[in-house]
């Protein structure tokens, strides 16, 4: 690893001693963590709301000529599909946010994310246009992908530059709060729709929360047109302008040490695949086994105000103890846990159900999203911070959150209807996860961390 002369750059460390006047937020700073986390509750509030009909809507409205069981592995993969762009739209709008500044990729993200998720709620079912209704929805939920992929690197990255030293784990947590909060949202609009007559459910109640996402986007757009860029960013826009360093491309910096940009998505799988195989797939699999998919839906709202309040407790303790300590703990502590939850899920009594959740997901899952993206941050200079937060965690989020229900539900099929490839599937995601984790390479959270690499054509 190439640095600045002067400059060391140790390993992931905690700071000790007080934090003084650096835990207190400014005006500026209090309106880039909200305007962030508005736009990651809007993120999960699509893609939970998209899981949660995916499992228990879509295969009878979209595919419903279809079995049972292929119907729902149709509605999962039109779920992976979204992922398929989200790589791209990493790199698309990373490199606007790391070009142009990251308001301008947040600004651009919300608005399309809102305007496609109210899309799909719109699209007639099977029943009405025959093969148009899954087509048109494969075509919007790759749209929808498309600009999810620049929302989490573009947030990320504006929250924890402005987030004050030594504090940056937990304010980059708060991203995940918003995440919880769309969690309870989605979940609960869910559940009290389907509350009421199953064919209103079925055919009007599921559309609303999809029709709800534009009103998350006018509020988060009202949030986000007011930020600033952080103080890293407009220096070295001024470097650029002085011509002191060359404008070069954020994804030529990144490809330059491809290091971190490999580790970051390996280490990203692990908490890719935990929401999405405990209470995705993990939905599906309570209602073939006959539970009322009301059970999942109300577990969902509990796992999510857990998530509000555990996510920022998890980025906290990651302040006093390391990013990668806590990081590696909700990897093992997912990989042991996920065979209790299904066990769990298997009595079909409520309560062991939604403890089932909590135990599978809430402990060992938060751990790792509440860390991830102040962790990617660290681990990329500000020239390429955008694109290296997107690259590790869009790919990361396709190649396991977006096929984990998919490659969960073939697996229990092949196996006739046993958990344990799935728990298999699981425990080797944790341990790349792991490995990856302990050999990145991570700024300190310190003043004076320096840089990581030295910029291709700096001049002193």
């Known amino acids: 690893m190439s640095s600045i002369p002067g400059v060391t750059v140790q390993p992931d460390a905690p700071i000790p001693g007080d934090q003084g006047p650096a835990a207190t937020l400014s005006s500026t700073q209090k309106r880039t963590i909200a305007g962030g986390a508005i736009g ?99 075509i919007a939920r790759m749209f929808q992908g498309l600009f999810v992929g620049g929302e989490m690197g573009g947030a990320a990255t504006m929250v924890v530059e402005h987030a004050p030293v ?33 064919s209103f459910f079925m055919t009007w109640g599921w559309r609303i929360p ?46 330059r040490h491809p290091k971190n940009a490999i580790l970051g998505i390996l280490i990203g799988l692990p908490q890719s695949i935990a929401g999405y195989v405990v209470l995705t797939f993990g939905l599906a699999f309570m209602v073939a086994d006959g539970v009322p998919a009301q059970v999942g839906f109300i577990g969902t709202m509990i796992v999510g105000a857990l998530q509000i309040v555990m996510a920022p407790l998890y980025g906290a303790l990651s302040d006093k103890v390391g990013r990668r300590q806590v990081y590696i703990a909700g990897c093992v502590g997912f990989a042991v846990l996920v065979w209790p939850a299904f066990a769990l899920y298997g009595t079909h009594q409520p309560v062991m159900i939604w403890l089932g959740m909590i135990i599978g997901f809430v402990i060992p899952g938060i751990a790792m999203q509440g860390t991830l993206q102040t962790m990617l941050t660290e681990m990329f200079d500000v020239e390429q911070r955008t694109t290296g937060v997107n690259i590790g965690y869009q790919l990361s989020n396709t190649l396991g959150g977006g096929l984990a229900p998919l490659i969960a539900t073939a697996l229990v099929g092949w196996a006739s209807g046993s ?8 425990v080797v995601i944790c ?14 959270d310190t003043a004076d961390a320096g840089r990581l690499n030295a ?3 700096a001049r002193s």
């Open 210 to 255: 999809f029709l709800f996402a534009l009103v998350l986007a006018i509020i988060a757009v009202l949030l986000r047109r007011h930020l600033e860029e952080s103080e890293e960013f407009t220096q070295h826009t001024r470097d650029v302008a002085d011509k002191k360093v060359a404008a070069t491309s954020p994804l030529r910096e990144v490809v």
């Open 419 to 426: 958990i344990w490839p799935v728990v298999v599937y699981v």
């Open 455 to 457: 910029l291709e054509g």
């Open 431 to 444: 341990a790349i996860g792991a490995v990856a984790t302990a050999t990145a390479s991570m700024r300190p």
């Open 40 to 138: 990651t509750l809007m993120e999960y509030f699509d893609y939970y709301l998209y899981g949660l009909a995916s499992a228990a809507v879509f295969p009878a409205v979209f595919f419903s000529s279809d079995s049972a069981f292929v119907a729902q592995l149709s509605s999962f993969a039109t779920f992976a599909v979204g992922f398929l762009l989200r790589p791209i739209g990493g790199l698309v709008f990373g490199y606007i946010g790391d070009r142009f500044g990251r308001k301008l990729t947040l600004l651009i993200t919300v608005i399309g994310m809102g305007l496609t998720t109210a899309a799909i709620g719109l699209i007639p079912s099977d029943a009405a246009i025959g093969l148009a209704a899954p087509i048109l929805l494969v």
């Open 166 to 198: 030594g504090r940056r784990g937990l304010y980059g947590a708060l991203l995940i709060s918003g995440a919880g909060i769309a969690n309870v949202a989605s979940a609960g609009m869910m559940a009290g729709l389907g509350l009421g007559p199953e």
